[in-house]
Structures are given as C-alpha cells and as structure tokens.
C-alpha cells in the first residue's frame, strides 16, 4: 500500500484547485482584457515601438530583481546595457543577476514571436532557473537548474519535502497546461483566452513559490513563468507580459504578505485580485505613457504642417524650433525660450527683442501657442480631440 505523500500533512494548502467567486476580480479580468486589446491595437513607429520595448524589457527584469534584494535602478541598467558604465568587482554579482533575467525574458519573447507551441513541462521550468542563476555564486547544496535535495527554508517558509518536488512540478506543468488548452482552440473567444492566460500565469507563480522546487531562484524563475504564459497567450503584448514583476516589487510588502496568506489561510482568491488590480493599475499606466508618446508624434506633424505656411527659411526654422521645445505642463515667460535649448540659445545668439517678439506673434497667428496670465502655452491640446473639457485650462 502506498505511503501518502508527506506534502499532503507539510503543505495542505498545495491542492491544485482554485475558486473565483469574487464579482472584483472578474471585473479586473475584463478591464484588463479591454486594455491589453487596446494596447495591442495601437500604431506607433518602429523606433518608438523599439525604444518602448527596451524600457518595459529592462524594468522587468530590474522589478524581479530587486524584490530579491539587487539594488541596481532602471537608469544604471540602462548604461550597463549600453556600455556607459562598469561596476566595481565587488558588484559585478549585482549585473549578471539582471542580464541573466534579461536574457531569460529576451528568449521567450522570441519564442513567442516564432509563433511556437508554448507547452510547461519540468524541463522548460528547470531551464528557466539554470538562465537566472547562470555565472552565480551559490551554496555546494545548490545546483542550477535541479531540484532541491534537502529541506530547505526561505526566511520562515519551509519549502516541499524534497522527496516531493519532481511529483508536484509534474502535476502542476499538467495542471497548468490543462488551463491553458483553450487558447489552443481558434474558436475560444479573446476574453476567455486572457482568463485562462492571466489564471495560470498567476497561479503558476504562486504554485512554483510554495513548492520552492530550486535552491536559489525560485522567485525569478516563476515571475519567468508568469510572464512567458501571458506573452504566449496570443493577447497579451510583450510590453506587457512582465508588468506584474513591476507591481510585485512597487508593493513588495503587500507581495509577501499576500503570498503568505495564500498559504497560511488558503486565500489564493485573494492572490489573485491582488494582481489582477495591480495589472490594470500598471496597464493604465502603461496606456499614458504610450498615448503621451502618440501625443507628442501626432503634435511634431502637425508642426510641421501648419509651419508650411510660412515663408522657408531661418525665421521658419527658428519658429518651428521654438514651439518644438516648448515644454507641455507649464507656461513660460517670453524671455525663458532663448534658454529653453542650446540650439535655441545659439539660434538666438545677436537676435533683438523683437525679433523674438515677432516670431512669438506668428505663432500665435498660427495656433501654435497662446498666451494667458503673462505666460506662453503650447498649443499641444489640439491634439486631444477626445478628452473631455477640463476645468481651468488655460483659455
């Protein structure tokens, strides 16, 4: 007769099985899908789609990191990334921990964009934590990539029975593969492929942190998870597969402790809500700063345009210049925009002021900028066709 696995006395809470009779977390669900399709639906230039890319690419992979202690920001990755800087010997640690995260997030995007059966087995979770602990200095117990093979702790909590580990990793790639099967279906409508998607990326998150399969890495490795499913899940965009490692570490302590509730008092519903809220906070975010940057491109054309009806040459130029660099959230004094660039300063450079009078005044003719209470606006809310009326705006 078989002995019961010892799990089912250490880890009650590891059942495989979830409920999701919340009215709030469906409603998340919906939002969030209503903003993935809208993200996904959105143009922008390729260098602009690229630049973004990089930006959300290296705030994941710095999120993931710091919630595991690394303290690099998002500004030193950057220059690190660009060769800008070298980190002393001592933290040299510090970088290949987020290069290794970097690297992990780089090749599901492109397995994702290969337009590849994405199928969890053991092997492909395994793989994962080989990437983040790559080049690592670990303890002798701990090997990259393997299970653990003696009880371990992270702080307070007591990780599976060793003697258990390969049962429940294999259970829980089924488990979660069995979620995922509708997307595989054509006919599987787009709310219901995000539902499936955003359930076993959360859930197999939350899974991979109870059952501690590894000796190092084992937060990595499921925020990994989490965000290959949801890149994979024919919905979600990449710039937005790897949001949730940002909100996990933007409210790290809220993290742990939902983490620990959903353990301690078997609350995965409330896991669940706690990063379906999070997603939408962080995709409303994410929709400003792409709709600011479509803004700003919608504003240079019409620029452009309009600064056709003047006559070619330096005076064009130096208008079109000035209104380029007008700043968006403030006004300025007339005698600020000499100042406002060193192209501008040097463009200036021997001009009188009335020269600067005169160019103010044509693009005020324009509609390029206005003027109230002494100061000059931009003219950029021409752009915001849809918006509705605010209040105190500049007239």
């Given at each position: 007769?078989?002995?019961?696995?010892?799990?089912?006395?250490?880890?009650?809470?590891?059942?495989?099985?979830?409920?999701?009779?919340?009215?709030?977390?469906?409603?998340?669900?919906?939002?969030?899908?209503?903003?993935?399709?809208?993200?996904?639906?959105?143009?922008?230039?390729?260098?602009?789609?690229?630049?973004?890319?990089?930006?959300?690419?290296?705030?994941?992979?710095?999120?993931?990191?710091?919630?595991?202690?690394?303290?690099?920001?998002?500004?030193?990755?950057?220059?690190?990334?660009?060769?800008?800087?070298?980190?002393?010997?001592?933290?040299?640690?510090?970088?290949?921990?987020?290069?290794?995260?970097?690297?992990?997030?780089?090749?599901?995007?492109?397995?994702?964009?290969?337009?590849?059966?994405?199928?969890?087995?053991?092997?492909?979770?395994?793989?994962?934590?080989?990437?983040?602990?790559?080049?690592?200095?670990?303890?002798?117990?701990?090997?990259?990539?393997?299970?653990?093979?003696?009880?371990?702790?992270?702080?307070?909590?007591?990780?599976?029975?060793?003697?258990?580990?390969?049962?429940?990793?294999?259970?829980?790639?089924?488990?979660?593969?069995?979620?995922?099967?509708?997307?595989?279906?054509?006919?599987?409508?787009?709310?219901?492929?995000?539902?499936?998607?955003?359930?076993?990326?959360?859930?197999?998150h939350l899974y991979i942190a109870w059952i501690h399969p590894f000796g190092d890495g084992n937060g990595?490795?499921?925020?990994?998870?989490?965000?290959?499913?949801?890149?994979?899940?024919?919905?979600?965009?990449?710039?937005?597969?790897?949001?949730?490692?940002?909100?996990?570490?933007?409210?790290?302590?809220?993290?742990?402790?939902?983490?620990?509730?959903?353990?301690?008092?078997?609350?995965?519903?409330?896991?669940?809500?706690?990063?379906?809220?999070?997603?939408?906070?962080?995709?409303?975010?994410?929709?400003?700063?792409?709709?600011?940057?479509?803004?700003k491109v919608a504003w240079i054309n019409f620029v452009h345009e309009m600064m056709q009806k003047v006559?070619?040459?330096?005076?064009?130029?130096?208008?079109?210049?000035?209104?380029?660099?007008?700043?968006?959230?403030?006004?300025?004094?007339?005698?600020?925009?000499?100042?406002?660039?060193?192209?501008?300063?040097?463009?200036?450079?021997?001009?009188?002021?009335?020269?600067?009078?005169?160019?103010?005044?044509?693009?005020?003719?324009?509609?390029?900028?206005?003027?109230?209470?002494?100061?000059?606006?931009?003219?950029?809310?021409?752009?915001?066709?849809?918006?509705?009326?605010?209040?105190?705006?500049?007239?």
């Open positions: 007769m078989n002995q019961p696995r010892r799990y089912l006395e250490t880890h009650p809470w590891i059942t495989f099985q979830y409920r999701l009779d919340q009215d709030r977390l469906w409603c998340l669900l919906g939002e969030a899908t209503s903003k993935c399709q809208h993200l996904s639906g959105t143009p922008l230039q390729p260098a602009l789609a690229m630049d973004l890319g990089q930006v959300y690419l290296v705030k994941g992979a710095v999120a993931t990191t710091a919630i595991e202690g690394n303290s690099l920001n998002e500004d030193e990755v950057h220059e690190l990334l660009a060769s800008k800087r070298k980190l002393p010997p001592s933290q040299e640690y510090l970088q290949r921990e987020v290069e290794n995260v970097i690297q992990g997030l780089r090749r599901i995007d492109d397995h994702a964009r290969a337009g590849e059966p994405f199928v969890i087995t053991p092997e492909w979770i395994k793989e994962q934590n080989r990437i983040v602990l790559d080049g690592l200095d670990h303890e002798e117990h701990i090997v990259p990539g393997e299970y653990i093979r003696v009880q371990l702790f992270a702080g307070s909590y007591k990780a599976a029975p060793p003697e258990d580990v390969e049962l429940l990793v294999d259970r829980l790639c089924a488990w979660l593969n069995e979620l995922l099967r509708p997307l595989g279906m054509p006919d599987t409508p787009i709310d219901l492929r995000f539902f499936h998607a955003f359930l076993a990326a959360t859930l197999g990595r490795t499921a925020r990994l998870l989490e965000c290959a499913v949801l890149a994979h899940s024919g919905v979600v965009p990449w710039v937005s597969s790897n949001l949730l490692s940002d909100h996990y570490n933007r409210t790290r302590s809220r993290y742990y402790q939902r983490l620990d509730m959903a353990s301690r008092k078997q609350d995965v519903l409330g896991f669940l809500t706690y990063s379906a809220q999070g997603y939408v906070d962080m995709l409303r975010e994410q929709i400003g700063r792409v709709q600011a940057e479509q803004r006559p070619e040459g330096a005076a064009q130029k130096r208008q079109r210049t000035v209104v380029l660099c007008m700043p968006f959230d403030r006004g300025i004094r007339t005698s600020e925009i000499r100042r406002l660039t060193p192209e501008l300063a040097e463009m200036y450079a021997g001009k009188t002021e009335k020269t600067l009078t005169r160019d103010v005044n044509r693009l005020r003719d324009l509609e390029l900028i206005r003027r109230a209470g002494g100061l000059l606006y931009s003219c950029i809310d021409k752009m915001d066709a849809f918006l509705p009326i605010a209040k105190n705006c500049p007239p």
